[in-house]
């Protein structure tokens, strides 16, 4: 069964392209309101259901944010990608800086990985917002993947750069 995100409740909680805006506990400067810093965030979920949720070729979507959590596992699973055969930290976030520096594509553009999973932008100012957000949202998780794939001796944590190898939902990674 695939983990969901505890994110339902979405009174208050701003959109862009059908995706809610969550909070981050973030230092990162973006769109995203900040979050209390004692509570779980979309990131947070995303980092500890993705070894569960890769696995599944499947998911179905019970709220708008299982969306951002489907697009966070994803892009878990394309940052994992780039740090398999970085044999250390400094490598590795070399490596996860030079990904955060590409262009984010929105709904609609070409490179967008789930057309059709959200909504295609009304105006620009509404493809710059969730271009915005997005950007800040996989800054805040390539920040935290690290921690979790590399030991603290700088040396790569097998049980996670051994994800690199899965396709989830059936993508295959360039």
């Not at 890769?54 to 708008?64: A, E, G, L, T």
């Not at 596992?73 to 030079?98: E, H, M, P, Q, S």
């Not at 057309?115 to 800040?136: H, I, T």
Request: hydrophobic residues 40%; charged residues 25%.
């Amino acid at each position: 069964m695939v983990y969901h995100s505890s994110f339902v409740d979405e009174e208050g909680i701003d959109k862009a392209c059908g995706c809610p805006l969550l909070p981050l506990k973030s230092h990162i400067k973006g769109p995203a309101p900040p979050s209390d810093p004692d509570k779980v965030d979309i990131v947070d979920e995303a980092i500890t259901f993705f070894r569960a949720n890769v696995f599944f070729r499947n998911f179905d979507i019970k709220s708008s944010a299982d969306k951002l959590l489907i697009y966070l596992t994803f892009y878990i699973n394309v940052a994992l990608k780039r740090l398999d055969g970085c044999r250390t930290l400094a490598v590795g976030t070399k490596a996860i800086i030079n990904l955060g520096l590409e262009k984010v594509p929105v709904p609609g553009e070409p490179g967008f990985p789930f057309p059709g999973l959200f909504s295609v932008p009304d105006s620009r100012e509404e493809a710059e917002l969730f271009r915005n957000y997005l950007k800040q949202i996989r800054e805040e998780t390539s920040g935290r993947l690290l921690s979790c794939a590399y030991r603290p001796n700088g040396t790569p944590n097998k049980w996670w750069i051994a994800f690199a190898k899965r396709k989830f939902l059936n993508i295959i990674i360039p």
